[in-house]
Nanobody
Framework: QVELVESGGGLAQPGGSLRLSCAASGFTFSSYAVGWYRRTRGKECDMVATVTRTGDSTNYADSVKGRFTISRDNAKNTAYLQMNSLKPEDTAVYYC?????????WGQGTQVTVSS
């Protein structure tokens, strides 16, 4: 049974930064691509960023390119999302999930709120 626990969210001002962490357990983390997804209240689940098994390739939503960076440390079974130059439209619940997830926006999630 896979488990992924997100943390690091909170309140930030526009232009600020946050770093999200995703701690994985219950499976071989390094065998799967991993991604960050977000759901804005009343909206669908959207891909934010993904990274391959070894971290050799990444993919980002157009809305976050140049501002967010996804990374992973397979030795620590952890994925990260560094978020810089935050905008109010980044406000959402952020989720971390592996490539074969049935629902990419499931789990505990971590709330990110960007407001002045």
């Amino acid at each position: 049974q896979v488990e992924l626990v997100e943390s690091g969210g909170g309140l930030a001002q526009p232009g600020g930064s946050l770093r999200l962490s995703c701690a994985a357990s219950g499976f071989t983390f390094s065998s799967y691509a991993v991604g960050w997804y977000r759901r804005t209240r009343g909206k669908e689940c959207d891909m934010v960023a993904t990274v391959t098994r070894t971290g050799d390739s990444t993919n980002y939503a157009d809305s976050v390119k140049g501002r967010f960076t996804i990374s992973r440390d397979n030795a620590k079974n952890t994925a990260y999302l560094q978020m810089n130059s935050l905008k109010p439209e980044d406000t959402a619940v952020y989720y971390c999930n592996i490539e074969m997830a049935v629902d990419f926006c499931w789990g505990q999630g971590t709330q990110v709120t960007v407001s002045s």
